[in-house]
């Protein structure tokens, strides 16, 4: 049996990704045009061999829910493991109320069920590789109560606004955890990723509800730093936070550049996702595509440069998409152009010939809308 | 089973050895095609679209790939609690040596306990090599309302082309009155597609007999059909139309996987309500580099281009380095052809790696190169 189970944590409500976060929950994103974030945070569980694991759903968990489905795709034993999907966030999007700590309670009866030692708890907004199986070991090894994964980043001025930072002493005991409100470039951005044992994280979730009823969990862990062994485990590779618009638009430009996804995609560490079971995608005789990812179930005629391309697209004749992602099932009709965009899933461009945005601000065209 | 009663028996035991060295290690409906297919995808994605639950597929040589293949029915969505997808080879029984199957009826045959078990009153017997798609419950209404002991699909072929196939002869109402199997001078142009619904008690009792019959080829096409017309069968034909191909050839192959170029190509694999399903490999998307120039290719996820690829198919995981050139050819799962090098009408085998600058394959050959080794580049 495995040592921990796994829980993949809603983003909170510190975090809101404009526009996009209307239809669904952050770890529900495309991400590089055929997966989505929260394939990240599993795939790290299943590779890691956690088949028991608990992905929290906040609002409009349908498409997290369908994605999911019954695990299968993860790797996950259908027998042994098991992918629970657990709601919780009854109130409204903003509510204060609406912390991990309050859903984590709703749910303590599964929680307490589980029969593994320990729990690693991922985020579903948050893209990068890590081996809890090495987390797991380091942290019994330490003889810590609670293991934290951080990043050390020197951008933390302008990126990981919103994300939590921790304070290290030199042995990389966790001194506090505290909100990274952009004031300095270098910091150890938190992971939102722990491991403790699960009775300790019980016992957590209790002090929290007994203190205040808006604690998350970072929170009550911040606050328990004197009194427990908290410490620090740096994570190295592709570390990226979803916590805005742009920071989601960078997340996949980055993996444009085929070099990049060496540090993502390891040939040992399967990222799994959903089979949608598209058919290859055809390149017309018109097409001129560079520089690019496309995904399967596409039609090209027209010109893709710097740009991804989900699953299922059609880029009619005489149209050019530039430095723009292009969400799964969307069209883009004849002599549009299209740069600085984000495509939302199921939009059809075939009016307005004109989608030009900033670089730094990328546009927005919403799920589904016509233009 | 209950949805129309009827269960499906792919054959696929045939090694298909016209297409030489692709099928050395595996069976002809294991071959890949369409980017990201293998053949045997399509009667049994056929078979899960049309409703059939149950389907038996009758392997033999090389078996392993294509058994381990298969028998994954939750690819096809064939995998819910009264469904499946059953590999059934050849096996030492009670009462009888081990044997192979001595002909396509034979293999049936020597599943009729298989069959039994599910109590079917119509039995579909498909061919594990051919790409098309068709919906078998149509024909099977077809076969209910002719109150017919056997159907056969059937395709219009150009008449010039017919002494090459099963032809069926019919009457005006579609009921088959005559067989010819490659006749030198056809009466018809409706070709056998190897696609039957019997009849299931009927068929059983004709394949009790026919294991007995000791001069019978024990086949469909030269025993089966031909006892039940001379019987006095009701056989009628259901005409099919739309792409119907059989791969016999590494230039047919070749053929029906450029046949996906054009975009309004009869087979339409981008018709979402009818997919073909298959494995889901782990891959990355397409990437697409920034020297690369793409014209009229037909490429799935995996692939990673930074040269010129123009009128080809590219399967799972092809490479096709900086300056290369991949000119009408398909490049099959995992192939690379490095830096600088330049294929040409070729069909470049799964794994096999073209070298630095090496020149493989002539625009004006007539017969399309099979690579199915690696090839030396020049420095």
């Known amino acids: 049996m495995a040592k921990a189970f796994g829980i993949v944590n809603t983003s909170g409500n510190h975090i809101w990704v404009e526009g996009m976060q209307d239809y669904r929950p952050i770890g529900a994103f495309s991400f590089l045009g055929r997966y989505r974030i929260t394939d990240f945070p599993i795939s790290n569980m299943s590779n890691s061999d956690i088949d ?51 859903a984590f309670w709703e749910n303590l009866d599964s929680i307490q069920k589980m029969k593994e030692e320990y729990v690693v708890i991922a985020p579903n907004h948050m893209i990068y590789v890590m081996s809890f199986r090495k987390l797991l070991k380091e942290h019994e090894k330490s003889g810590a109560d609670i293991t934290l994964l951080y990043h050390s980043v020197d951008n933390a001025n302008t990126d990981y606004l919103n994300c939590n930072y921790l304070t290290l002493n030199r042995q990389n005991g966790v001194l506090s955890v505290s909100t990274n409100r952009g004031t300095e470039p270098n910091r150890d951005i938190f992971m939102d ?179 | 089973m209950k949805k129309n009663n009827m269960l499906a028996m792919i054959l696929a035991g045939g090694r298909g050895s016209r297409l030489h060295d692709l099928t050395n290690k595996v069976a002809k409906p294991a071959v890949s095609y369409g980017g990201k297919y293998r053949i045997v995808d399509f009667p049994l994605s056929n078979c899960a679209n049309s409703g059939i639950d149950i389907v038996g597929v009758l392997t033999q040589y090389e078996s392993i790939l294509l058994n381990s293949y298969v028998a994954a029915g939750g690819r096809w969505g064939l995998d819910a609690k009264d469904s499946g997808v ?52 149509d024909m099977l209404s077809e076969h209910i309302e002719n109150n017919a002991d056997a159907t056969i699909a059937v395709i219009e072929v150009p008449i010039k082309e017919a002494s090459r196939f099963g032809i069926m002869n019919t009457n005006e109402t579609g009921r088959i009155v005559e067989f010819e199997e490659k006749p030198s001078v056809p009466k018809s142009n409706l070709a056998s597609m190897g696609i039957y619904i019997f009849t299931w008690k009927l068929l059983r009792q004709m394949l009790v007999e026919d294991m007995e019959k000791e001069d019978s080829n024990h ?52 018709d979402s309500s009818w997919k073909i399903y298959t494995e889901d490999i782990t891959t990355l998307p397409q990437y697409i580099g920034a020297n690369a120039k793409i014209k009229r290719a037909y490429i799935t996820q995996g692939c990673v281009i930074n040269g010129e690829v123009k009128n080809s198919v590219l399967f799972t995981g092809a490479k096709v380095g900086n300056g290369a050139k991949v000119l009408d050819t398909v490049l099959m799962p995992n192939s690379v052809v490095e830096d600088g090098a330049v294929v040409n009408r070729a069909l470049i085998a799964d794994g096999v790696k073209i070298g630095k600058g090496a020149i493989v394959g002539s625009a004006d050959s007539e017969n399309i190169l099979l690579v199915a080794a690696d090839i030396k580049g020049v420095e």
């Open chain 1, 52 to 102: 028991r694991i608990q992905v929290y759903a906040g609002s409009n968990p349908r498409s997290l829910i369908e994605h999911l489905g019954s695990g299968r795709h993860y790797n996950i034993n259908s027998k042994r493991g098991k992918l629970q999907i657990l709601f919780a966030e009854s109130q409204a999007k903003n509510d204060i109320y609406n912390t991990d700590i309050a």
């Open chain 2, 86 to 137: 059953f590999v059934l080879p050849p096996r030492e029984k009670a009462d009888a040596n081990l044997d192979v199957y001595r002909g396509t009826a034979d293999a049936i045959s020597q599943n009729i306990d298989f069959i039994d078990a599910y109590e079917p009153e119509y039995v579909l017997i498909l061919s594990g090599d051919h790409i098309y798609k068709m919906d078998y419950a």
């Open chain 2, 219 to 270: 086949d469909f096409g030269k025993d089966i059909i031909p006892a039940l017309l001379n019987n006095g069968g009701n056989l009628f034909a259901y005409k099919f139309k739309g792409y119907w191909k059989d791969v016999g050839t590494i230039d047919s192959l070749w053929e029906a996987n450029m046949d996906l170029l054009d975009g309004n190509n009869e087979l339409d694999l981008g």
């Open chain 1, 193 to 371: 990723t722990y491991v403790m044992k699960k009775d300790l994280f019980i016992e957590l979730i209790q002090r929290a509800r007994a203190l205040s009823s808006m604690y998350t969990l970072a929170q009550i862990v911040n606050i328990q730093c004197e009194e427990l062994d908290i410490r620090g485990y740096k994570h190295e590779g592709y570390f990226a936070a979803v916590t805005n618009f742009k920071s989601y638009y960078d997340a996949n430009m980055k993996m444009i550049d085929y070099e990049n996804t060496k540090e993502l995609f390891l040939p040992e560490w399967p990222i799994y996702t959903r089979t949608n079971d598209s058919c290859p995608t055809q390149y017309c005789e018109t097409a001129n595509v560079k520089g690019s990812v496309v995904s399967n179930g596409c039609v090209i005629e027209g010109t893709v440069e710097n740009s991804i391309i989900g699953r299922g697209c059609v880029i009619k004749k005489g149209t050019v998409i530039k430095n723009s992602i292009i969400l799964p099932s969307s069209r883009v009709d004849e002599n549009i152009h299209v740069e600085n965009y984000v495509v939302g899933k199921h939009s059809k461009v075939i009016h307005c010939k004109e989608l030009i945005a900033d670089v730094d601000t990328p546009g927005y065209v919403r799920r589904g809308d016509t233009l």
